[in-house]
């Protein structure tokens, strides 16, 4: 009996194709596969992001894809996305803040301060972040109080979108209490900290975390003195303490809210 041996036969197993992703190696496993795939698809998205730079509205979109890997999928995706909001869709615990982000797809692509959310949001999402922790309500998200600050003309053709003023504002109509500080100090934040249901958003300076000032969400001083900053604008920046004279010294505007 006479058999054939075909090409596909007489080549190599490594020239076989991936049967999960052709871009990766044949004989990666499927779970190191995965993990390829995940960056590969962002590069590409990347590269598209790149190519259609002078064609987003605001350079901030292109640039926030280069400085946060996570946003890569919210920057590709705006082109044909909607700017509307849609429902939180999670609960929140009274005392426990959660980390939000301004390029977060449930807001993101809101219009905002000349722009959309996703780049001038700091302010809104961060007094969000303190709303959701000291309430433990979910019912107002970022896009609520930029729709707020929009109506109240609390925003600022500056790079920090959001005046303060929000702040004072909000509390009011959330049965919260707050309060603006004029001298930002380690000393100050720290008693802030200290008060049990008080939380401080701060306005940090251009270049400390970011290439812009934005404000941020310190929620916590931990027990080896540092603290526990939210920061909407940088996954790297809330992925770890600060020490808080650090922190202190990079503020330019304080402000506390307590329930």
């Known amino acids: 009996e006479i058999y054939t041996l075909s090409l596909h036969d007489a080549l190599p197993i490594w020239f076989s194709t991936n049967q999960w ?57 705006y082109p044909t996305a909607e700017h509307r909001p849609t429902d939180y869709g999670q609960t929140s615990e009274k005392g426990e803040f959660p980390q939000l982000f301004n390029w977060d797809i449930r807001w993101g692509y809101v219009d905002y301060a000349q722009s959309v959310i996703g780049v001038t949001g700091s302010g809104p999402t961060s007094l969000a972040m303190a709303y959701m922790g000291l309430s433990g309500k979910v019912d107002k998200t970022p896009a609520t109080f930029a729709a707020d600050a929009e109506s109240k003309g609390y925003t600022s053709s500056e790079d920090i979108a959001t005046t303060g003023d929000l702040f004072t504002y909000e509390a009011k109509q959330l049965g919260l209490e707050c309060k603006e500080y004029s001298s930002p100090s380690s000393d100050t934040l720290r008693s802030i900290l200290s008060s049990r249901g008080s939380v ?37 920046a809330s992925s770890h303490t600060w020490d808080l004279g650090t922190i202190a010294a990079n503020t330019d505007e304080l402000y506390s809210l307590s329930s």
């Open 21 to 77: 992703d052709s871009r990766v190696s044949a004989n990666t496993p499927k779970d190191l596969t995965s993990k390829f795939t995940t960056v590969l698809d962002r590069n590409e998205k990347l590269a598209t992001i790149a190519k259609n730079a002078d064609r987003y509205p605001d350079a901030r979109l292109p640039e926030l894809a280069i400085n946060e890997p996570a946003a890569i999928d919210f920057v590709a995706a």
């Open 200 to 236: 401080a958003i701060v306005k940090l300076k251009a270049n400390f975390d970011g290439q812009y000032e934005h404000w941020a969400l310190v929620v916590r001083q931990n027990s080896d003195g540092s603290v526990t900053l939210h920061d909407p604008t940088s996954f790297e």
